[in-house]
C-alpha cells in the first residue's frame, strides 16, 4: 500500500482534535482492505478507513459523550442489515469518486433520519446520500483517469461485494486530517420489547 491506513488511533492528544465528529459503519475484510489500498492508488497521500458515514462530518454543540448516548440509544434497538456496494460513480459537484450502494441504501437514509436529531442534528451541505467515498480533493483534470481507473480495479475484484452491517463507530477529526475512534456500537444489542 502506498499510504498509510488510517486504523483506529486514540492516543491522540485532546489539543489536536477537531470539533469535527461521523458516525460510520467500517468494511469488513477482506472487502475493505480491497477498498483501502484502492483509494491509495487513486490518492496517495491519503489515510483510508473504507467506511460507509451513517452521519457525515459535523461540529457538536454538546460534549461528545452525551452524543455518544443518543447514538447508542438508537443503535441497540436498530437491527443489522445488508449493505451492497454496486457501481463507481462522481457526484458531479465535488468530483468525488464513490462506490454507490444497492442493498441496505434506503436502510442507511433511515438510520441517518433517527441520527440527525437532538445531540447530533446538523444542517449538511449535500443531501444525505449513503456511500463508500474512494477519491476526493483531485483535480479536474485528475478525475476522469481516476474514475477509469477505479471502475476498471472494481470490475477485477473477485471478493463479496456486499456486508452486514453490525457495529457503528463514532469518530473524531483530528488537525493531520486522522480519525480516532471513540466509541464502538453494536446494532440490536437490546431485544425490543
Known amino acids: 500500500m502506498s499510504c498509510e491506513s488510517n486504523g ?3 492516543g491522540v492528544p ?4 477537531l470539533n469535527v465528529f461521523a458516525l460510520v459503519i467500517y468494511l469488513p475484510e477482506p472487502l475493505g482492505r480491497f477498498l483501502d489500498e484502492l483509494r491509495c492508488e487513486l490518492v496517495p497521500h491519503d489515510k483510508p478507513h473504507a467506511h460507509v458515514s451513517v452521519l457525515p462530518p459535523r461540529p457538536l454543540a454538546v460534549d461528545w459523550q452525551v452524543a455518544s448516548d443518543q447514538v447508542r440509544s438508537l443503535t441497540e434497538a436498530w437491527s443489522p442489515f445488508e449493505i451492497e456496494l454496486t457501481n463507481i460513480e462522481v457526484f458531479p459537484v465535488t468530483n468525488v469518486i464513490y462506490l454507490e450502494l444497492g442493498a441496505g441504501a434506503a436502510e442507511l437514509r433511515r438510520l441517518h433520519g433517527a441520527m440527525n436529531t437532538r445531540a447530533l442534528e446538523f444542517h449538511e451541505p449535500f443531501a444525505y446520500h449513503p456511500h ?14 481516476a474514475h477509469a481507473l477505479a471502475r476498471r480495479r472494481w470490475e477485477s475484484y473477485q471478493g463479496k461485494r456486499s456486508f452486514r452491517a453490525e457495529r457503528a463507530v463514532f469518530v473524531q477529526n483530528t488537525l493531520h486530517n486522522m480519525w480516532v475512534d471513540l466509541a464502538e456500537f453494536g446494532l440490536g444489542t437490546v431485544v425490543v420489547r
Do not use: F, H, P
Request: proline share 0%.
Open 8 to 10: 483506529t488511533r486514540r
Open 14 to 17: 485532546a489539543e489536536e482534535r
Open 132 to 145: 463508500v467515498t474512494l477519491a476526493q480533493e483531485l483535480t479536474s483534470s485528475d478525475v476522469t483517469a
